[in-house]
């Protein structure tokens, strides 16, 4: 990848820049948690974007998406958002840079990136985070990565349309190699946890239904006003900390559906904390309870799987699967399967085939290697 970007650099820019990559993310457990100040436990993986990267000395960036085969320069000004969605990433980092006082300047890139793009991996967050990281560096800006994170949640919120957590853009920038990391959305204290299911005798693995999901303009910000409008019959900031018999006193007050999206919430918390208890003990099998959990808590209470993806983690359970459920914001996407060393090529191959028969199309199976996030590569 980082040949072919090369090449079209050199084409397009006729000179050499520096090279910057940041990753798409796994998480294990805790989905739809972030925003209501809950934790995640999420973990950078091997498949990223790269981009080359050199200022220009003038006020324009000029940026080829070389997946896409296109061109686009915009200013850094509000007034010159670009139209292309890819572009309005960067711009949008661009402009949360100098919103926090950032001083930047026109640059020239080329980038490309291997993480399947609407399939629930961050690909999103991996470009920003890419773009975050490289600016941060190439102009000495001196940002810290919590705020970096920040400014590829903010692209988000402001330039995109999705009212997302900071799940994504922190599992890209802190990323490490053979860790996950729990992060607690509330105060945002983090520690990694050694991840190494191989050495235990388990796969983790991707299953790509490529069915797309779009969280632009989705029922994903519908999610999160009924949990900030459960919270705040509850009196709280956040659905955080609230307890079931909380809940149950407030059902009256609240729609039947909001009641379903904050008992889901809810449920999360706790799963996540049971899961890295759980995992520092080597217990794989409460790991892949809870995962199941989870996956039916979003399908039925939260309402953001879809068939194909029932199917998927359904057939998981009848191969012996020890967790299988929807990964990231749903709406379509992979599941994310923890599997016994000897049961996973029979998994795989049914799972193929059983899907194939039903849906004209084999799911794509990503294994999962943890890797590191944000950073310049030599
Ligand atoms: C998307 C969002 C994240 C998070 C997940 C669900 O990936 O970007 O902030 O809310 O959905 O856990």
Redesign the pocket.
């Known amino acids: 990848m980082k040949t072919r970007i090369a090449e079209k650099f050199q084409s397009l820019f006729q000179t050499e820049g520096e090279f910057f990559a940041s990753a798409g993310r796994i998480?294990l457990i805790g989905?739809?948690?972030?925003?209501n100040g809950g934790f995640?436990f999420p973990g950078a993986i091997d498949k990223g974007m790269i981009a080359e990267i050199k200022l220009n000395g003038t006020a324009t960036v000029r940026a080829f998406a070389l997946d896409l085969d296109e061109y686009c320069e915009f200013g850094l000004n509000e007034e010159d958002a670009p139209s292309q969605g890819w572009a309005r990433y960067i711009f949008g980092v661009c402009r949360e840079i100098q919103k926090r006082g950032g001083v930047i300047a026109g640059f020239d890139t080329v980038f490309a990136g291997d993480v399947p793009l609407g399939a629930?991996m961050?690909s999103s967050a991996a470009l920003e985070s890419t773009f975050a990281f490289a600016l941060n560096e190439l102009f000495n800006l001196g940002i810290d990565k919590f705020e970096l994170a920040r400014i590829g949640q903010s692209t988000?919120h402001n330039y995109v349309g999705?009212k997302?957590?900071?799940?994504?853009q922190f599992a890209s920038v802190f990323g490490k190699a053979g860790h996950l990391m729990r992060l607690d959305c509330r105060s945002m204290e983090f520690e990694y946890f050694p991840f190494a299911p191989d050495q235990n005798g388990y796969k983790v693995v991707l299953l790509n239904s490529c069915v797309k999901h779009e969280?632009v303009g989705s029922p994903?910000n519908d999610r999160r006003n009924s949990c900030e409008r459960v919270a705040k019959v509850l009196g709280q900031e956040f659905l955080r900390g609230a307890t079931m018999e909380q809940l149950e006193a407030v059902k009256d007050q609240i729609s039947e559906e909001d009641y379903l999206r904050a008992r889901y919430v809810i449920g999360e918390e706790k799963r996540v904390l049971d899961v890295c208890e759980a995992l520092q003990k080597g217990d794989y099998e409460t790991v892949g309870a809870r995962m199941y959990e989870t996956h039916w808590g979003m399908s039925k209470d939260y309402e953001v799987s879809c068939e194909e993806l029932d199917f998927l983690a359904t057939v998981a359970k009848e191969c012996g699967v020890t967790g299988s459920r929807i990964m990231?914001?749903g709406f379509g996407g992979c599941t994310i399967n923890l599997v016994k060393e000897e049961l996973y090529d029979n998994f795989i191959a049914t799972a193929k085939a059983a899907f194939a028969e039903k849906y004209g199309h084999e799911p794509i199976e990503i294994p999962v290697v943890i890797s590191d996030g944000a950073r310049k590569l030599a």
């Open positions: 998480n989905e739809h948690t972030d925003y995640v629930g961050s988000e999705v997302c957590g900071i799940m994504d969280l994903y990231g914001g």
